[in-house]
T-cell receptor, first 112, second 116 residues
Framework: SQQGEEDPQALSIQEGENATMNCSYK?????LQWYRQNSGRGLVHLIL?????REKHSGRLRVTLDTSKKSSSLLITASRAADTASYFC????????????FGQGTRLTINP | EPEVTQTPSHQVTQMGQEVILRCVPI?????FYWYRQILGQKVEFLVS????????KSEIFDDQFSVERPDGSNFTLKIRSTKLEDSAMYFC???FGTGPPNSPLHFGNGTRLTVT
């Protein structure tokens, strides 16, 4: 089964606007994480939200988790050109807890 | 801030050859991983390693793949006889602990493997 499917696949907005990316998953999870990947680089951990949490903030990032709908959203407020990257959600399943399952990612472009 | 480092950044090899991808995880981390990303596709889990043994592996990680932590600092991924479909970006990651709460994975910048 597919796990961690993000939408949209690509998002292009103007600098200063907010960007919202969504992620859906299928199985029960321990936690859900969001990672950023700049082109040709490794994945950088942004934020982790546990299955018993509903919302978490970190700087300009806001993550929500709805376990009843098996979905999460990542909001980046006041976007900057440097936020241009691909963003992935990754779930940590209850079984096989050391294995992250990544989605396809959302390619975010911030236009100056 | 400590980093996971991977070498080489790019490896080109001929089909059937053996390759070894190298990683130096963050020094006080206990869990180590290899993931791969075929161009334009998802990041896929290959294998996790803890206490000098494989703790979990995916279907992709067949007999052609092996991992080793030979000296307490390096963590290597060996592909014995490369195939064209092994061409991908290979990411090493390390993790301090698996919680709860689970600590995040720290990824290296990857090795781009091209099999010709």
């Amino acid at each position: 089964s597919q796990q961690g499917e993000e939408d949209p696949q690509a998002l292009s907005i103007q600098e200063g606007e907010n960007a919202t990316m969504n992620c859906s998953y299928k199985t029960s999870i321990n936690n859900l994480q969001w990672y950023r990947q700049n082109s040709g680089r490794g994945l950088v951990h942004l934020i982790l939200i546990r299955s018993n949490e509903r919302e978490k903030h970190s700087g300009r990032l806001r993550v929500t988790l709805d376990t009843s709908k098996k979905s999460s959203s990542l909001l980046i407020t006041a976007s900057r050109a440097a936020d241009t990257a691909s963003y992935f959600c990754a779930t940590d399943e209850i079984q096989g807890a050391q294995k992250l399952v990544f989605g396809q990612g959302t390619r975010l472009t911030i236009n100056p | 801030e400590p980093e996971v480092t991977q070498t080489p950044s790019h490896q080109v090899t001929q089909m059937g050859q053996e390759v070894i991808l190298r990683c130096v995880p963050i020094s006080n981390h206990l869990y180590f991983y290899w993931y791969r990303q075929i161009l334009g596709q998802k990041v896929e889990f290959l294998v996790s390693f803890y206490n000098n043994e494989i703790s979990e592996k995916s279907e992709i990680f067949d007999d052609q793949f092996s991992v080793e932590r030979p000296d307490g600092s390096n963590f290597t991924l060996k592909i014995r006889s490369t195939k064209l479909e092994d061409s991908a970006m290979y990411f090493c990651a390390s993790q301090f602990g698996t919680g709860p709460p689970n600590s995040p994975l720290h990824f290296g910048n990857g090795t781009r493997l091209t099999v010709t």
